[in-house]
């Protein structure tokens, strides 16, 4: 193998000699990098590249784009698209902070996202766990960046009132179902754009939809909705819209009646509806889709006393 550092020649008097650099291998560029610094008497360049080496880490990791990108690629089979974007949005905004305590707590202190910051927290996390069982980094103090604090504060919840004055101001049979199928299915707005005429059971008043992690589920609905969707497929096989259209429909009613109003206001809706009608939050739980009871017992805090006292007296 070539050398890696000569000295110049004839050099005298009390100053250190000062290497010079030829080609290497990216280990000996590092090492060599430090030795010139070392013998050199000007300011030495603030070290930027992490390495390591013999299980001794050198510099400081920072996040980079292609360990993000290895990480998406690792994400488990079945993993939705939302999801892998989710991830990809956030850690693409988090490229070049330093992967240590204070950097990762700086980086959340500095978001502006309210509620949100905690889902980048849930995000790094992940990603961090990923590159410490990778061995791209030796340490993993993620235990030591504080858990953002969320937020108690009732979200929007489309209610039964708002409903009908939302209904009210839609000039089309296709957006008065959507309103009214959002709401009676609790359905997520991915699953809604996904439905095909195919999809509905209508004697069961069903209709099955492709939920997070790429989970079949089937979303109910009531007669009255039923009726009014039956009516539109008859002559269409889906409610055509994407995303982007269903949110653009919702965004103007929103500033047509002043009603705070998107796909996720309808989900919670129909969650408080259905528990203030006496289904038990593991009913709840199971009709919309969720994962975990945790939610369900969330939305349950809304109930207030007089909800529980009617509760009562209807089923007495």
Partial sequence: MAEHLTFNQGVTGSRPVRPTLKSSSSVNDFVNKILAMVYSQEKPEEITEFLTIGGLQLGTPKAKQQWIDEFLASRRQGLSMRTLEFYRDILYRAIDIELTPKGINDWLTNLNCGNAKFSYYRAMKVFRNWLFKSKKILKNPITLVDRPKVSKKLLPAITKDQLVTLIRSVSNLRDACLLR???????????????????????????????????????????????????????????????????????????????????????????????????????????????????????SEQLSQDDALELYSNNS
């Fill in 181 to 299: 199928f959002l709401f009676d299915s609790g359905c997520r707005l991915a699953e809604v754009v996904g439905i095909k005429d195919t999809d509905f059971n209508w004697d069961r008043g069903t209709v099955t939809v492709i939920g997070k992690g790429n989970k079949q589920r089937k979303a109910p609905f009531t007669k009255e909705t039923g009726e009014m969707l039956r009516e539109w497929f008859s002559e269409h096989e889906t409610f055509e819209l994407n995303r982007s259209g269903i949110q653009t429909m919702l965004t103007r009613l929103q500033q047509e009646t002043g009603i705070t109003c998107n796909a996720h206001c309808f989900r919670r809706g129909f969650a408080i509806y259905q528990l203030k009608r006496g289904l038990s939050t593991r009913v709840v739980q199971s009709l919309g889709g969720w994962e975990n009871i945790a939610m369900g017992e969330k939305y």
